[in-house]
């Protein structure tokens, strides 16, 4: 919900003037009491949970790493280095040899 934080700051600090990620949304965010970073963070973890964040303290033993925002690494998921090793050692392969057709 970094998006909507920004939205929030963004509103705080620069007024209409600024590029929002969500314009459509941005006066339903709350507004911060002031321009101090505590008015800020409060008004956007509020923003954030209007708009359905999960809270930090959740049990992810049963959510994937993609709902949670965390980064998979697919190389070692797929042993992408070993799947490029063999590619290249089929590259270093000679194509097989085949006898021109005999004429009669």
Known sequence: MAA???D???LAFNGDK???NFPDAI???PVPK???IVDIQAAAALAAKRFGARPKTMDTSEVSPQETGECVDEEELLNMRQILIEMAEWLMVSPPRFDPPKSD
């Open 34 to 36: 002031s321009n101090s």
């Open 18 to 20: 600024a590029v929002f």
């Open 4 to 6: 909507i934080a920004y």
């Open 27 to 29: 006066r339903s965010h």
């Open 8 to 10: 929030v700051a963004a």
